[in-house]
């Protein structure tokens, strides 16, 4: 069983930043793909980046350049560091996990910017 743990969401203006970070427990395997996701009203969840176990990452274009992502393989734990935050990255944020073709979530934490 894996578990994912989020933290880091919250309220902040236009322009500000926040981090948000995930930590898995469980039966974790070093080869991995952990990444983030979100959701906002009316809206399907979407990919916002991931990065896998070596350090590749993928972001999506609107947040290219203003996010970033990072991992620690050590503690099983991906950070996700948003700078230069818009009112349209208010959304739930998602952890996500895939290990051998599952895919495991996290219970999401709000963020929201305020213009």
């Known amino acids: 069983q894996v578990q994912l743990m989020e933290s880091g969401g919250g309220e902040v203006q236009a322009g500000g930043s926040l981090r948000l970070s995930c930590a898995a427990s469980g039966s974790i395997f070093s080869i991995n793909l952990m990444g983030w996701y979100r959701q906002a009203p009316g809206k399907q969840r979407e990919l916002v980046a991931d990065?896998?176990?070596?350090?590749?990452?993928n972001y999506a274009d609107s947040v290219r350049g203003r996010f970033t992502i990072s991992r620690d393989n050590a503690k099983n734990t991906v950070f996700l560091q948003m700078n230069s935050l818009k009112p349209e990255d208010t959304a739930v944020y998602f952890c996500?996990?895939?290990?051998?073709?599952?895919?495991?979530w996290g219970q999401g934490t709000q963020v929201t910017v305020s213009s």
């Open positions: 990065i896998t176990s070596r350090g590749n990452s």
């Open positions: 996500n996990l895939g290990l051998f073709g599952r895919s495991y």
